[in-house]
């Protein structure tokens, strides 16, 4: 209701200024890239391949494309092109580099519900990490809040463009989504504290509760408009507000959780509030009940071989991103950062390749498919027309670990080379360019 008004008008203001997801951002005349081999991850591989970039978009891709006037062309024989990496599931700027209390800006603890805060009001612009991911071929990373609450907060999603201010980075046409999380972090957090939940049951009915006061306060509110709107308004309660867009299906769930029986709450909790789960996020038990995620159509957002790091991990098996892949779930890969630096993210989809899953689909899991999860595939993700003109070249084959980012291209835009770094920052303090 109210904070619908308040995201149209966030988005109409950044298109207003030309901020939009596939805005030029400074692309001054058009770009060839030929010669490559494209890995488009929507029509196949296209060999010896053209891609025009034009406008921050993805204007032509294909095997024999003709040069426009005045353009930049690029030779890239012996290399590949590679959609920009999206990460879903990263603390990027809001856990900025060094790793010092003063940066640790991702866990709102005070309370174990946080639907109200705002991943996007804690983002450091100058964390030294955007520079090395995108170095990495990495593009675009959703920014969760941490997990040490059960609903920690609204995701933001941004593109790493070297940009100093929220509506420079902000990727304004993604659907909301808030960050979940269950299992041993939560009680961990408050147990110690000798406050609730301290339990899983705890958790359960805490998150009932209150979503529960969010159908109230949506009646209330209801109540008032169709009443004529006579006398004061309910009183506004941001974090019920959230809660209300969760219950009417408007928000993409990103839930942390590790173990069958916490899926399985998740579940029942859905289903009893008719609401959809966009990703169950770590998720590594997810494969010992794979159709029935499937069947949910529910996303799961993993890593790739980490283990035993505490009880809910001690299951994990590195097949497990290709048992869901085989059942038919939507598989995407995260770094979780800075848990695995953003520059590490490709080594991700060579270690699932490793253990079974083909290399496309592999390629898949950090491109395409986080895209889908976060629903944004329609400007990002894949070499198409009419997409944002996120790539990257690669001097080899992607899942070779000796392969490096050489130029990398967000919205058109040059951004990294592997001779002169990333170029947003160039000539700025030494302290801030990793």
Same mark, same amino acid.
């Given at each position: 209701m109210i904070r619908q008004k308040l995201l149209?008008?966030?988005?109409? /203001?950044?298109?207003?200024?030309?901020?939009?997801?596939?805005s030029s951002r400074g692309q001054q005349r058009p770009i060839v890239i030929r010669g490559a081999t494209m890995l488009t991850m929507s029509h196949g591989n296209i060999e010896n391949g053209t891609v025009v970039l034009r406008k921050g978009k993805i204007e032509a891709v294909g095997p024999d494309l003709p040069v426009p006037a005045g353009a930049e062309v690029i030779d890239a024989r012996g290399e590949y092109v590679l959609p920009g990496l999206?990460?879903?599931?990263? @603390?990027?700027?809001?856990?900025?580099?060094?790793?010092?209390?003063?940066?640790?800006?991702?866990?709102?603890? *005070?309370?174990?519900?946080?639907? +109200?805060v705002r991943s996007e009001d804690s983002i450091n612009f100058d964390d030294p990490e955007i520079a090395r991911a995108a170095g990495a071929g990495v593009a675009i990373v959703q920014v969760l809040p941490g997990s040490g609450n059960n609903i920690g907060g609204w995701? *933001?999603?941004?593109?790493?463009?070297?940009? +100093?201010?929220?509506?420079?980075?902000?990727?304004?046409?993604?659907?909301?989504?808030?960050?979940?999380?269950?299992?041993?972090?939560?009680?961990?957090?408050?147990?110690?504290?000798?406050?609730?939940? #301290? *339990?899983?049951?705890? #958790?359960?009915?805490? !998150?009932?509760?209150r979503l529960y006061d969010a159908q109230n306060y949506e009646a209330k509110w209801k109540a008032w408009e169709e009443g004529g709107k006579k006398g004061a308004p309910p009183e506004r309660n941001l974090? /019920?507000?959230?809660?209300?867009? !969760?219950?009417?299906?408007?928000?993409?769930l990103n839930i942390h959780?590790?173990? !069958?029986? @916490?899926?399985?709450? /998740?579940?029942?909790?859905?289903?009893?509030? @008719?609401?959809?789960?966009?990703?169950? @996020?770590?998720a590594l038990d997810a494969y010992m009940i794979a159709p029935e995620i499937a069947r949910r159509h529910i996303g799961v957002v993993t890593f790739a071989d980490a283990w035993g790091?505490?009880?809910?991990?001690?299951?994990a098996i590195p097949e497990n991103a290709y048992i869901l892949w085989k059942e038919g779930v939507t598989v995407s890969l995260h770094t979780d950062n800075p848990v695995i630096e953003e520059r590490n993210y490709i080594e991700q989809a060579a270690i699932i390749n490793h253990y079974g899953m083909p290399d496309e689909a592999a390629l898949e899991t950090v491109t395409i498919n986080p895209a889908k999860i976060l629903g944004i595939d329609r400007w990002v993700g894949s070499i198409d027309p009419g997409k944002d003109a996120d790539l990257t070249l690669w001097t080899g084959?992607?899942?070779?670990? *000796?392969?490096?980012?050489?130029? !990398?291209?967000?919205d058109g835009k040059l951004v990294y080379t592997v001779k002169d770094g990333f170029l947003p920052w160039k000539g700025r303090p030494a302290t801030l360019v990793p």
């Amino acid at each position: 209701m109210i904070r619908q008004k308040l995201l149209f008008a966030g988005a109409m /203001l950044a298109a207003s200024l030309g901020l939009a997801a596939g805005s030029s951002r400074g692309q001054q005349r058009p770009i060839v890239i030929r010669g490559a081999t494209m890995l488009t991850m929507s029509h196949g591989n296209i060999e010896n391949g053209t891609v025009v970039l034009r406008k921050g978009k993805i204007e032509a891709v294909g095997p024999d494309l003709p040069v426009p006037a005045g353009a930049e062309v690029i030779d890239a024989r012996g290399e590949y092109v590679l959609p920009g990496l999206i990460d879903p599931h990263s @603390h990027l700027g809001d856990y900025s580099l060094p790793g010092v209390p003063a940066n640790s800006d991702g866990n709102e603890m *005070t309370g174990d519900i946080e639907a +109200q805060v705002r991943s996007e009001d804690s983002i450091n612009f100058d964390d030294p990490e955007i520079a090395r991911a995108a170095g990495a071929g990495v593009a675009i990373v959703q920014v969760l809040p941490g997990s040490g609450n059960n609903i920690g907060g609204w995701a *933001t999603i941004i593109k790493l463009n070297g940009g +100093q201010s929220l509506s420079e980075i902000k990727f304004p046409e993604a659907p909301p989504s808030m960050k979940w999380a269950w299992g041993e972090n939560p009680k961990r957090a408050y147990g110690a504290k000798g406050q609730a939940p #301290e *339990t899983l049951m705890g #958790e359960a009915a805490i !998150v009932r509760q209150r979503l529960y006061d969010a159908q109230n306060y949506e009646a209330k509110w209801k109540a008032w408009e169709e009443g004529g709107k006579k006398g004061a308004p309910p009183e506004r309660n941001l974090q /019920l507000e959230a809660l209300a867009q !969760v219950l009417a299906g408007k928000v993409r769930l990103n839930i942390h959780s590790y173990q !069958v029986n @916490h899926f399985d709450a /998740l579940f029942r909790i859905a289903d009893e509030f @008719h609401f959809p789960i966009a990703a169950l @996020h770590h998720a590594l038990d997810a494969y010992m009940i794979a159709p029935e995620i499937a069947r949910r159509h529910i996303g799961v957002v993993t890593f790739a071989d980490a283990w035993g790091y505490k009880v809910e991990a001690w299951d994990a098996i590195p097949e497990n991103a290709y048992i869901l892949w085989k059942e038919g779930v939507t598989v995407s890969l995260h770094t979780d950062n800075p848990v695995i630096e953003e520059r590490n993210y490709i080594e991700q989809a060579a270690i699932i390749n490793h253990y079974g899953m083909p290399d496309e689909a592999a390629l898949e899991t950090v491109t395409i498919n986080p895209a889908k999860i976060l629903g944004i595939d329609r400007w990002v993700g894949s070499i198409d027309p009419g997409k944002d003109a996120d790539l990257t070249l690669w001097t080899g084959y992607p899942l070779e670990l *000796t392969s490096k980012a050489d130029r !990398v291209f967000i919205d058109g835009k040059l951004v990294y080379t592997v001779k002169d770094g990333f170029l947003p920052w160039k000539g700025r303090p030494a302290t801030l360019v990793p």
